[in-house]
């Protein structure tokens, strides 16, 4: 703007020289004060700008050295549920004081749990190498602690014993270091109490003089009271846990004893002593292996399959599985017996238990069914068979000529009652399997052609249900070998009937396979039948159970035939088991399985000789 700026010098013009002078000072130094004070205010502010951010940055501190110690006391109660041992625990509340104080040692003594007895060991835990001298000074530390216990003093002074004795060291972390000559300048000591027992002391020193400044030792004692509760609580659990499994087990009508890693027993409930016959003082295994022993009742077992109980302990300990004895004849009573390990939280066997279930009046009633069956079947057969007998006679024309529905019904009454006597004998066989009575003779025989006639007898049977059964033998013919015709053909029999009843599809073909695997011949038999439903497939070969699939496909039936077929085939060596469904199909988008495999294996030596009085019943 020239305009203005030479109306300025016009009017600067008029005014003289020095005037014009001060002025222009004046303003300057006043520029130059407003200047300062805003340079004043200014630092002002810097210094103020310092002290918040300082502010902030010991907040910071502050706030992260607290989220560090709750980390450490979080994780040292994590780490404290996993251990029971106070040994453990210690090693742990050790670290974490380390992990917060690097520079510190940390030493304790423990006692066992539930006394003040305790160890001569002093436990050092530190992050550097420690001097003879050091290690002195804290142990005194330590006993000099410990002997201001009112209960140790009381305690026969055990404590100023434990000073007398020289105590042993052990290292948990960091070493001992001879040539180191500082020396502890300040420590503290903590009583470790749980709730009410003292069970360690612990003792935390450094080489600083001023070390356990208040908020120092505030969290030292935080971090041991955390610890200490926790502690507290697991016992408590585990008490009320120890107390519930005690009435438990007292109650129980089975007989239970349960023992620790050395043997000794630590649980015996009622039932078990009065089964030893030993109802008050102390018991030790060896006394109820000993009675077992003594009160086996030696006729009632097999030599070659018996396992005594102090086996069945020494094998439940060395295998890590449970032992079961199905059976233990023990005086006039029987008892079936579980032998199970116990594990550590190691995984070491800790221990185990000795299930006792007395099975006399199981074993009694099943007698006595047994015994029932196999006189009603004997008294049932004479009847039969005079009925069988006389409609032979009528059907012959014995007693006169008959008309179409009069021989209708005779064979009605036949067919019915061959049923019955099919029935009795299946009943009589399995009184004479259960009762060891069944005799079983082998000799050599070829298996092909064994298996041939029997298909050969079923050819009407199968083609009234629309069946063709197949077989398939192995290329080279087997040498001879040695089977009981009579109970072979049996099982093969009511595999290939079963086959033949329960298949479904319209001209279904059952295959019969006969192979060798190994040191064993297998006869196969294939069905596309209904199959075997998985959630029974465990009871097929239970006596008298059919499955409800079967019941619908097949009204007639005892549930008999695979259960005799089974004890025939173990008796004699050798295995019955199946594969259900054998076979897949798509029906309506579905897949569905279906069918039927039954696998009979016997060794190539063929069956074992059983000697006994009876054969089986057929007719
Ligand atoms: P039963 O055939 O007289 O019922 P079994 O002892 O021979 O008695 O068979 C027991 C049960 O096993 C049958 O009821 C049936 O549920 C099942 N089962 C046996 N063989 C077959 C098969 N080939 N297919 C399907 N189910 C079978």
Same mark, same amino acid.
């Given at each position: 703007?020239?305009?203005?700026?030479?109306?300025?010098?016009?009017?600067?013009?008029?005014?003289?020289?020095?005037?014009?002078?001060?002025?222009?000072?004046?303003?300057?130094?006043?520029?130059?004060?407003?200047?300062?004070?805003?340079?004043?205010?200014?630092?002002?502010?810097?210094?103020?700008?310092?002290?918040?951010?300082?502010?902030?940055?010991?907040?910071?501190?502050?706030?992260?050295?607290?989220?560090?110690?709750?980390?450490?006391?979080?994780?040292?109660?994590?780490?404290?549920?996993?251990?029971?041992?106070?040994?453990?625990?210690?090693?742990?509340?050790?670290?974490?004081?380390?992990?917060?104080?690097? &520079?510190?040692?940390?030493?304790?003594?423990?006692?066992?749990?539930?006394?003040?007895?305790?160890?001569?060991?002093?436990?050092?835990?530190?992050?550097?190498?420690?001097?003879?001298?050091?290690?002195?000074?804290?142990?005194?530390?330590?006993?000099?602690?410990?002997?201001?216990? #009112?209960?140790?003093?009381?305690?026969?002074?055990?404590?100023?014993?434990?000073?007398?004795?020289?105590?042993?060291?052990?290292?948990?972390?960091?070493?001992?270091?001879?040539?180191?000559?500082?020396?502890?300048?300040?420590?503290?000591?903590? #009583?470790?109490?749980?709730?009410?027992?003292?069970?360690?002391?612990?003792?935390?020193?450094?080489?600083?003089?001023?070390?356990?400044?208040?908020?120092?030792?505030?969290?030292?004692?935080?971090?041991?009271?955390?610890?200490?509760?926790?502690?507290?609580?697991?016992?408590?659990?585990?008490?009320?846990?120890?107390?519930?499994?005690?009435?438990?087990?007292?109650? /129980?009508?089975?007989?239970?004893?349960?023992?620790?890693?050395?043997?000794?027993?630590?649980?015996?409930?009622?039932?078990?002593?009065?089964?030893?016959?030993?109802?008050?003082?102390?018991?030790?295994?060896?006394?109820?292996?000993?009675?077992?022993?003594?009160?086996?009742?030696?006729?009632?077992?097999?030599?070659?399959?018996?396992?005594?109980?102090?086996?069945?302990?020494?094998?439940?300990?060395? &295998?890590?599985?449970?032992?079961?004895?199905? !059976?233990?004849?023990?005086?006039?009573?029987?008892?079936?017996?579980?032998?199970?390990?116990?594990?550590?939280?190691?995984?070491?066997?800790?221990?185990?238990?000795?299930?006792?279930?007395?099975?006399?009046?199981?074993?009694?009633?099943?007698?006595?069914?047994?015994?029932?069956?196999?006189?009603?079947?004997?008294?049932?057969?004479?009847?039969?068979?005079?009925?069988?007998? @006389?409609?032979?006679?009528?059907?012959?024309?014995?007693?006169?000529?008959?008309?179409?529905?009069?021989?209708?019904?005779?064979?009605?009454?036949?067919?019915?009652?061959?049923? /019955?006597?099919?029935?009795?004998?299946?009943?009589?066989?399995?009184?004479?399997?259960?009762?060891?009575?069944?005799?079983?003779?082998?000799? #050599?025989?070829?298996?092909?052609?064994?298996?041939?006639?029997?298909?050969?007898?079923?050819?009407? /049977?199968?083609?009234?249900?629309?069946?063709?059964?197949?077989?398939?033998?192995?290329?080279?013919?087997?040498?001879?070998?040695?089977?009981?015709?009579?109970?072979?053909?049996?099982?093969?029999?009511?595999?290939?009937?079963?086959?033949?009843?329960?298949?479904?599809?319209?001209?279904?073909?059952?295959?019969?396979?006969?192979?060798?695997? !190994?040191?064993? @011949?297998?006869?196969?038999?294939?069905?596309?039948?209904?199959?075997?439903?998985?959630?029974?497939?465990?009871?097929?070969?239970?006596?008298?159970?059919?499955?409800?699939?079967?019941?619908?496909?097949?009204?007639?039936?005892?549930?008999?035939?695979?259960?005799?077929?089974?004890?025939?085939?173990?008796?004699?060596?050798?295995?019955?088991?199946? !594969?259900? #469904?054998?076979?897949?199909?798509?029906?309506?988008?579905?897949?569905?399985?279906?069918?039927?495999?039954?696998?009979?294996?016997?060794?190539?030596?063929?069956?074992?000789?059983?000697?006994?009085?009876?054969?089986?019943?057929?007719?």
């Amino acid at each position: 703007m020239p305009m203005s700026t030479n109306i300025d010098t016009a009017n600067s013009a008029e005014k003289s020289t020095d005037d014009t002078n001060t002025d222009e000072q004046k303003s300057l130094l006043n520029i130059l004060e407003d200047m300062n004070k805003g340079k004043e205010q200014l630092e002002d502010q810097r210094v103020a700008m310092f002290n918040i951010l300082e502010d902030v940055n010991i907040a910071q501190d502050a706030l992260e050295r607290k989220y560090k110690e709750l980390d450490v006391i979080e994780s040292l109660t994590q780490q404290l549920g996993l251990s029971l041992k106070l040994n453990t625990i210690m090693s742990r509340i050790s670290d974490s004081i380390l992990t917060l104080y690097p &520079t510190v040692t940390v030493a304790y003594i423990i006692a066992p749990f539930d006394s003040y007895d305790f160890s001569k060991k002093v436990y050092v835990n530190s992050l550097n190498s420690v001097g003879n001298q050091y290690i002195r000074e804290l142990s005194n530390g330590l006993a000099l602690s410990l002997s201001t216990v #009112p209960e140790l003093v009381k305690l026969k002074n055990s404590a100023k014993q434990w000073i007398m004795n020289t105590p042993e060291f052990s290292f948990v972390k960091g070493q001992r270091d001879n040539s180191k000559t500082a020396i502890p300048k300040s420590m503290i000591n903590v #009583p470790l109490v749980v709730p009410d027992t003292l069970v360690g002391m612990v003792n935390i020193s450094s080489v600083d003089q001023d070390f356990f400044t208040l908020e120092v030792k505030r969290m030292i004692y935080t971090l041991i009271s955390t610890s200490v509760q926790t502690i507290d609580r697991i016992k408590k659990l585990i008490s009320a846990e120890h107390s519930r499994l005690q009435s438990l087990i007292e109650s /129980m009508s089975n007989g239970v004893v349960m023992f620790d890693a050395d043997e000794n027993i630590v649980v015996a409930n009622p039932k078990i002593r009065s089964v030893i016959q030993k109802n008050t003082g102390k018991l030790s295994l060896d006394d109820i292996f000993s009675y077992f022993e003594q009160n086996l009742t030696k006729n009632e077992v097999d030599e070659n399959t018996f396992v005594s109980l102090s086996d069945a302990v020494e094998k439940a300990i060395t &295998t890590t599985e449970t032992v079961h004895i199905k !059976e233990f004849p023990l005086g006039r009573k029987y008892f079936e017996i579980f032998v199970t390990p116990v594990y550590g939280d190691q995984k070491e066997t800790a221990g185990g238990a000795i299930i006792l279930h007395d099975i006399t009046e199981l074993k009694e009633i099943d007698r006595m069914k047994s015994e029932f069956v196999s006189v009603a079947s004997h008294q049932l057969r004479t009847p039969l068979t005079a009925i069988n007998w @006389y409609v032979e006679m009528l059907q012959a024309g014995d007693a006169g000529e008959l008309n179409k529905e009069q021989k209708d019904f005779l064979d009605e009454i036949y067919n019915g009652s061959t049923r /019955m006597v099919k029935l009795v004998n299946d009943l009589l066989n399995v009184s004479r399997i259960e009762t060891g009575r069944l005799k079983i003779e082998p000799v #050599p025989m070829q298996l092909e052609t064994f298996i041939k006639n029997i298909i050969h007898e079923l050819e009407v /049977m199968a083609r009234e249900h629309l069946s063709t059964v197949l077989f398939v033998k192995p290329e080279k013919s087997l040498p001879k070998i040695a089977i009981d015709e009579t109970l072979m053909r049996q099982v093969v029999h009511n595999l290939i009937t079963n086959a033949i009843r329960y298949s479904t599809a319209e001209a279904s073909t059952i295959t019969v396979m006969l192979s060798q695997k !190994e040191n064993t @011949y297998v006869i196969s038999v294939s069905d596309s039948g209904i199959g075997i439903p998985k959630e029974v497939q465990g009871r097929i070969f239970e006596k008298f159970y059919r499955a409800d699939n079967a019941r619908e496909k097949e009204a007639e039936g005892s549930g008999i035939g695979l259960y005799i077929a089974k004890m025939i085939v173990e008796e004699s060596g050798g295995t019955l088991r199946f !594969e259900s #469904p054998n076979a897949f199909r798509t029906i309506k988008g579905e897949k569905e399985g279906y069918g039927a495999t039954f696998f009979l294996s016997l060794p190539t030596t063929g069956m074992k000789a059983h000697a006994g009085e009876r054969s089986l019943s057929n007719k």
